[in-house]
């Protein structure tokens, strides 16, 4: 099956910093997700990013799909924005495969 | 617009008693439906998807059932809960021929 690796899986910075988040996959994909899992387990849709960039406010995400793999930025970090950042790619018939994600805290 | 809804949000069971968890999603019709487990707070698996009315495909062996007796409801269910089946379980749904998938708010499953 489809292997979906994301680094770094932990990852500390001090707020106002920025970010970077990697997702590769093993083979091509149709669809990627960028989720949010906030404190209280909910998974928050971030990006559907097959390819390209999209931004939104402080966060953006890039997909080269021909290179496998994602990214996502970001900016001027809050503590609001710590929590687990998952990237989730489609394989097989409608099925999102996910990465085990990348622990970000934000200290004040 | 749509929402998915997904209870209880915490459950603690017995060994050995029967499980039934459910998820239903309003504004939508025909949604492919999906039932994931997450363990220890990191990756999340695929237990069970579902193209249409009492279709069910599984993913990985195991002591969990799941059904569509609704266009908009998937229950995921279990005869005799073992120790392993705690975990936190995520309901999510998409579009027939849109993966971008939406997630209900999870069931933190004890099994004691």
């Keep these: 099956g489809i292997q979906v690796e994301q680094s770094p899986p932990d990852l500390i910075l001090q707020e106002g910093a920025n970010s970077t988040l990697r997702c590769n996959f093993s083979d091509s994909v149709n669809n990627l997700q960028w989720f949010h899992q906030n404190p209280w387990g909910q998974l928050i849709n971030l990006f559907y990013i097959p390819s390209g960039t999209k931004q939104n406010g402080r966060l953006s995400a890039t997909t080269v799909a021909t290179e496998r793999y994602s990214l996502l930025y970001i900016s001027s970090s809050q503590t609001t924005d710590s929590g687990v950042y998952f990237c989730a790619v489609e394989w097989g018939a409608q099925k999102l495969v996910f990465g085990q994600g990348t622990r970000l805290t934000i200290n004040p | ?112």
């Design chain 2, 1 to 112: 617009s749509q929402t998915i809804h997904q209870w209880p949000a915490t459950l603690v069971q017995p060994v050995g008693s029967p499980l039934s968890l459910e998820c239903t999603v309003e504004g939508t019709s025909n949604p492919n439906l999906y039932w994931y487990r997450q363990a220890a707070g990191r990756g999340l698996q695929l237990l069970f998807y579902s193209v249409g009315i009492g279709q069910i495909s599984s993913e990985v062996p195991q002591n969990l059932s799941a059904s569509r007796p609704q266009d908009r409801q998937f229950i995921l269910s279990s005869k005799k809960l073992l120790l392993s089946d705690s975990g936190f379980y995520l309901c999510a749904w998409s579009v027939t021929g849109a993966t971008e998938a939406f997630f209900g708010q999870g069931t933190r499953l004890t099994v004691v």
